[in-house]
């Protein structure tokens, strides 16, 4: 079984299109369908409209319909997977359209590649958008456009995939949260703003619980869908607000890729090594343009600000993710 897991917070505009969509993907016949529909913590509760509009589209598949009241993608997706039957997982974000093929496709590369435990698709934008001269640029933050430049194991040009259309293996995804899957991008547990509920991230750290259990994290270019990103987010200051939200990620991210490369039971003082290194290389590729002059610079500055506030707790996080690592490898014989 294959367990569509869609979710949603006050996406009440968005989601009769993605809906929609999925009532028009091509099912194999080997292959049973379910839709999880997951209402992260809206204002007023979706479950009823989406149930409602899958009636109307006539009930396809069956459809499991659950409100999480805690805060945060990280919770509404754990909820989403504990609830779900299938032995694959097919990640859906609500503004998302599959392309009629993308269960078939998908479905058929897990099956012929039982190593990979992630696979990642490819976010279009429709053709009738306007898009801002940066888009081409920035277009991965927004979950759109190649993850790798063949088809296959994203390494060495990435480590992860985006959410967006990603799929996971069950199988891989259950040995991770065995093994004690930390889910520090959970923010709901140390802030309940906004911005820290929204801050991404959730996406890779999932590809490198899995990739800790040994299995590969893949891209295939031909599973496509459109991503219907609000026109109203092609603004410069989304885009300011996008970049800040992708260095803070992409420092906890960075724990990952470290503890990847260690083989020690535990460390001390690691963000002071951290914050050396992020020293040294800034000088070590210096170049005199405006880019690293200006937003590389900045980008430097913000990290490091952030590893200061940090310090303790992100040694904490390392261990943390080192013991499950270490707990990984042992459990699954690697």
């Not at 499991?64 to 997706?77: D, H, N, Q, Y």
């Not at 997977?81 to 269960?103: H, K, M, R």
């Not at 459109?226 to 987010?233: C, M």
Request: aromatic share 14%; proline share 3%; net charge neutral.
């Amino acid at each position: 079984m294959i367990s569509l897991i869609l979710c949603s917070h006050n996406g009440q505009e968005r989601i009769f299109s993605t809906i929609l969509s999925l009532s028009k993907l091509k099912l194999s016949a080997f292959t049973k369908v379910e839709l999880v529909f997951v209402d992260s913590n809206s204002s007023q509760s979706m479950v009823s409209l989406v149930n409602d509009i899958w009636q109307q589209l006539g009930n396809l598949f069956p459809l499991v319909s659950i409100r999480e009241t805690k805060p945060g993608k990280v919770a509404a997706l754990r909820l989403g997977f504990e609830q779900a039957s299938g032995d694959y997982f097919l990640i859906v974000d609500d503004d998302n359209e599959l392309q009629f093929d993308y269960l078939e496709q998908g479905y058929d590369y897990l099956q012929k590649n039982p190593n990979v435990g992630v696979l990642g698709g490819q976010g279009i934008i429709p053709e009738e958008y306007e898009l801002p001269d940066w888009f081409e640029t920035y277009s991965y933050h927004f979950a759109c456009g190649p993850q790798n430049i063949q088809d296959g194991d994203v390494r060495p040009l990435r480590n992860v995939v985006y959410g967006a259309g990603m799929w996971v293996r069950k199988e891989a995804y259950l040995k991770a949260l065995k093994n004690g899957l930390p889910f520090i991008f959970d923010f709901h547990a140390s802030d309940q703003s906004e911005k820290a509920l929204n801050n991404g991230g959730e996406d890779g750290e999932l590809c490198w619980a899995i990739r800790f259990q040994g299995y590969e994290i893949h891209y295939l270019s031909t599973l496509v869908f459109f991503h219907r990103i609000a026109e109203s987010k092609f603004t410069d200051t989304y885009l300011k607000w996008i970049q800040e939200r992708t260095n803070n990620s992409t420092l906890l991210g960075t724990i990952y890729y470290r503890v990847d490369k260690l083989n020690v039971p535990r460390v001390k003082h690691f963000w002071l090594k951290e914050l050396v290194f992020i020293v040294l290389n800034y000088f070590k590729n210096f170049r005199f343009n405006f880019s690293y002059l200006t937003l590389e610079l900045k980008r430097n500055f913000i990290n490091i600000f952030l590893l200061l506030k940090m310090r303790s707790e992100y040694d904490q996080k390392i261990n943390l993710i080192l013991n499950f690592k270490n707990l990984s490898i042992k459990s699954n014989g690697i």
